[in-house]
């Protein structure tokens, strides 16, 4: 790529990002290849509730910088898009074109503030086109009152058709429905990780809450994806109509979270057996290992997030 086509131009990337999902990072990709530097705003809305804290949300979008650039070196890079090639080649040298900033009030405000010429969106459809166009005029309209200019530009990329279907709001539905393995295709390693440790949590204590030291239990459990998986396939299995009540699915869900744990469970009845060897049955294939219950997550590619800058 050619640096003058850049020419030390930044870029403004503000959304919520509760949490930043495999399409926000395609806008990302994008926008590497004409700016210099991408700030991803992280908008503080105090009357909408986050899933993700603002420190959270930072995380995120540094763990999947790593991600990117790991999931990059195992795939063949010339039938990544290009866009996505670019981004590796740039990253791998310079990680922090991306930088993750919080900030409150009007996005034009704070592009202003870090200096940031343009201000960049993404769009992944005809709906969404309607309302970018009606608030880059919104913001054409703020920009005279204070007498400031910025370009205002609206990403679509070629291979934007293969995120359509993908959003923050999606990825926590079906995460709330225990559809985790579905999810997880949405976001990288990293994010989905700490999606699932929230989401399991939450459901184990709404189902089981009732246990002793149920905080110590899940505070032992540390494989949160496979776990994750495994209540997946519990909830299809139970769907099939499979148990004769719903105590039975409580005591299948207590000895995968058990097992987990790496504890034995003695009292498996015949009917949690049988759930039992379908999880596995299915989290085998799925992780292309045998059994489900070692499947393995390397946290140790992932780099240490940035320190969280305010304004």
């Avoid at 359509?164 to 949405?186: F, N, P, R, V």
């Avoid at 540390?222 to 495994?230: E, I, M, Q, T, Y």
């Avoid at 015949?270 to 997550?297: D, N, Y």
């Amino acid at each position: 790529m050619n640096s003058k086509s850049q020419n030390k131009k930044t870029a403004f990337y503000a959304g919520s990002f509760d949490p930043l999902t495999r399409g926000h990072w395609n806008i990302i990709c994008e926008a590497l290849t004409s700016f210099s530097k991408v700030y991803v705003g992280i908008g503080v809305n105090p009357n909408k509730k986050s899933l993700l804290t603002s420190d959270e949300r930072v995380a995120c979008i540094n763990h999947t910088i790593g991600d990117f650039l790991t999931e990059c070196c195992l795939t063949d890079r010339q039938k990544l898009p290009k866009s996505w090639q670019v981004a590796y080649e740039r990253l791998s040298s310079s990680p922090n074109i991306v930088e993750p900033i919080v900030y409150n009030g009007l996005t034009i405000d704070t592009a202003i503030k870090i200096g940031a010429d343009t201000l960049v969106r993404g769009v992944r459809n005809a709906e969404d086109m309607a309302y970018e166009d009606g608030l880059s005029r919104i913001n054409s309209e703020l920009l005279k009152v204070r007498g400031r200019n910025l370009n205002q530009v609206v990403l679509m990329p070629e291979n934007q058709k293969d995120f359509i279907h993908i959003s923050s709001s999606m990825t926590k539905s079906l995460c709330a429905m225990q559809e985790y393995i579905t999810a997880e295709k949405m976001v990288f390693p990293t994010v989905y990780n700490i999606l699932a440790q929230k989401y399991v949590s939450s459901y184990i204590k709404d189902t089981m809450g009732n246990k002793e030291d149920i905080n110590k239990v899940i505070s032992d459990i540390s494989d949160w994806k496979s776990l994750a998986a495994r209540i997946n396939y519990l909830n299809i299995y139970a769907s099939q109509g499979f148990f004769d009540n719903p105590q039975v699915k409580e005591n299948v869900l207590w000895a995968l979270v058990e097992r987990t744990r790496g504890l034995p469970v003695s009292d498996e009845t015949p009917q949690i057996q049988r759930a039992l060897s379908f999880i596995e049955e299915k989290g085998s294939a799925l992780c292309g290992k045998s059994p489900i219950f070692v499947c393995e997550h390397d946290d140790s590619k992932i780099p240490s997030g940035k320190t969280l800058q305010r304004l």
